[in-house]
């Protein structure tokens, strides 16, 4: 089968960051599949053969510090772009991934104008997520947007989910056939490294926050955790770049147990996982980031990590259930203390560990590619 995968914000495991779209167009190639991309870069532009993807680049500059009419002006310049490569050579189907939501607007034309059927991936909930965060106020312009969200599902074949509340939110709001797909855990590229020596002030707790430091993030959360437990043997490291970084570099002065790092690709945040016992999954205190599907926390389970997360929903609840670690709310941070205190042993965090590998076959990177494969050829 010919595949047209879309996905503005493609990026491969040297370049680092969400890597979700490489595996499964790396999975539909190995399944035999012939597979062209389109994405946006901020320096590439023209065709690449990346492990047998032909990747389509147009040079459109993007940045996470942008603010949001010039992120709305490199969605756009996206769209144009992408509809234009997109008659090259007709598909027998497009993939359409979201974020933004805006890629659906490139979904819908093809169907229209080209008679292109499309499968459409659904990772955040937009507009719901910029109008919670308050960037989206104008009344009329939130009525469009819904108009147009609905519009996507119901034309696609099939929308995919990145989770269960996402799928939920989309079939109160479509009748079009939704499927969960989350992220997926590398077993086979992480391995676990489980703790063996009892927690001390020379040999603390060391928590990881690997990614984006942006304001849905709101990565202020684990700095007030790290003033709380200063008196525990409990080391932070906040790991990546984002428009908040310098303003969480300011608030962690004088707090010895932070340490920040630079954003990495895929093989040194490996390496820095290896050297952590927990890994910290932040977002914003706000309903529809809750929904989300986080890619360190599936890292995290490849990698027999403990789990701690101020995020609610089915996180949480999967974080209670198998007892990967706690929740907590993120402007309660004596919650985060005695959450801490519940877990800072030996037996305890290797217990995490331990039921954090376990629960990573459930969302196995083989599994998970599989159960795509299949929605795809069987439609």
């Not at 089968?1 to 914000?9: E, F, S």
């Not at 032909?54 to 772009?81: C, E, M, T």
């Not at 910290?280 to 599907?293: A, D, E, R």
């Amino acid at each position: 089968m010919k595949i047209l995968y879309i996905h503005q914000l493609f990026r491969t495991p040297q370049e680092g960051g969400g890597i979700r779209s490489w595996y499964l167009a790396k999975a539909l190639v190995d399944a035999g599949h012939e597979v062209d991309f389109i994405s946006s870069h901020n320096t590439k532009h023209g065709l690449e053969l990346i492990d047998g993807i032909r990747v389509h680049y147009v040079r459109i500059p993007y940045d996470n510090s942008y603010g949001f009419l010039k992120r709305l002006w490199a969605y756009g310049q996206f769209v144009l772009k992408a509809r234009v490569l997109a008659q090259n050579d007709i598909p027998d189907l497009a993939y359409v991934m979201t974020t933004p939501l805006t890629t659906g607007f490139i979904a819908t034309w093809m169907k229209r104008k080209l008679g292109i059927p499309y499968f459409f991936e659904v990772g955040d909930l937009w507009p719901d997520v910029p109008i919670e965060m308050g960037v989206i106020k104008n009344a009329l312009l939130k009525k469009w947007l819904y108009k147009k969200e609905r519009e996507f599902y119901n034309n696609a074949e099939k929308v995919i989910a990145l989770s269960p509340d996402i799928a939920k939110n989309i079939q109160s709001k479509s009748k079009t056939t939704v499927e969960v797909i989350p992220n997926m855990a590398d077993k086979v590229y992480y391995q676990p490294n489980f703790r063996s020596e009892e927690v001390s002030k020379e040999n603390p707790l060391r928590i990881l926050y690997c990614g984006a430091h942006g304001r849905a993030n709101h990565l202020e959360y684990i700095i007030d955790a790290a003033s709380a437990s200063q008196d525990l043997p409990v080391q932070f490291t906040l790991m990546g770049a984002g428009s908040e970084k310098p303003r969480l570099i300011q608030l962690a002065v004088g707090l010895s147990n932070v340490l920040f790092r630079d954003y990495g690709n895929k093989e040194e945040v490996k390496e820095a996982m290896s050297g952590h016992d927990a890994i910290y999954v932040s977002f914003q205190n706000l309903k529809m980031l809750h929904t989300g599907s986080p890619n360190k926390f599936f890292d995290a389970l490849a990698a027999g990590k403990m789990v701690i997360t101020n995020l609610d929903g089915w996180i949480a609840e999967l974080t209670h259930k198998h007892h990967l670690g706690f929740s907590h709310a993120g402007d309660q941070p004596n919650e985060f203390v005695s959450g801490l205190k519940r877990v800072l042993t030996l037996s305890g965090i290797r217990e995490a560990q331990k039921n954090a590998h376990i629960l990573s076959s459930t969302y196995s990177l083989r599994r998970l590619s599989a159960q795509l494969l299949e929605s795809i050829e069987n439609r």
